[in-house]
T-cell receptor, first 112, second 111 residues
Framework: GAVVSQHPSRVICKSGTSVKIECRSL??????MFWYRQFPKQSLMLMAT?????????EQGVEKDKFLINHASLTLSTLTVTSAHPEDSSFYIC????????FGPGTRLTVL | GNSVTQMEGPVTLSEEAFLTINCTYT??????LFWYVQYPGEGLQLLLK?????DKGSNKGFEATYRKETTSFHLEKGSVQVSDSAVYFC??????????FGTGTRLTIIP
């Protein structure tokens, strides 16, 4: 049990477009999900905490208007990168809280 | 703030060798400590954890002991296998809130 999926696994987009990444808890409900970003050869950095039915809590330095988070149900959180630019290219990982965090496989975003 | 420093990789070992991946932390108070593993193409999985000083976490032949005197949580395995090839992350948290990760150590085991 405790499986978390992400979709898509890879996405390539043009600069200026928006990209939506989905994070789903497949066999449990999660009131809290987390979004992380990982640069090559660097650590996972927490971007925001997503709470079902309320606004996400963003970490210092993360632009909430650029990285829109929606947690509309107990099994789904979405991260939308708005007006993406090449510097947003990264590996985005979500996790869902079930007493401990269970991680999705990640989404690699490449912005051309 | 809180931080985790772990051994830089990559680490390459022969099968059946002894493994140590060092991890030290900086935090105010006594956090819970974790080791996560990321196999190729997969998400992070919890490998083991320890929630208080002198606790030893263990799983799949891996062990790590929470040492508050040295603020360390080094990962060890007595005899590694090819299937242990992965990236290993050390992390800490307080009260199961946000995790602070180390940079990850890529481990490759050659037959």
């Amino acid at each position: 049990g405790a499986v978390v999926s992400q979709h898509p696994s890879r996405v390539i987009c043009k600069s200026g477009t928006s990209v939506k990444i989905e994070c789903r808890s497949l066999d449990f409900q999660a009131t809290t999900m987390f979004w992380y970003r990982q640069f090559p050869k660097q650590s996972l950095m927490l971007m925001a905490t997503s709470n079902e039915g309320s606004k996400a809590t963003y970490e210092q330095g993360v632009e909430k208007d650029k990285f829109l988070i929606n947690h509309a149900s107990l099994t789904l959180s979405t991260l939308t990168v708005t007006s993406a630019h090449p510097e947003d290219s990264s590996f985005y990982i979500c996790s869902a809280d079930r007493g401990e965090q269970f991680f999705g496989p990640g989404t690699r975003l490449t912005v051309l | 703030g809180n931080s985790v420093t772990q051994m830089e990789g990559p680490v390459t070992l022969s099968e059946e060798a002894f493994l140590t991946i060092n991890c030290t932390y900086t935090a105010t108070g006594y956090p819970s400590l974790f080791w996560y593993v990321q196999y190729p193409g997969e998400g992070l999985q919890l490998l083991l954890k320890a929630t208080k000083a002198d606790d030893k976490g263990s799983n799949k032949g891996f062990e790590a002991t929470y040492r508050k005197e040295t603020t360390s949580f080094h990962l060890e395995k007595g005899s590694v296998q090819v299937s242990d090839s992965a990236v290993y992350f050390c992390a800490l948290t307080f009260r199961n809130e946000k995790l602070t990760f180390g940079t990850g150590t890529r481990l490759t085991i050659i037959p």
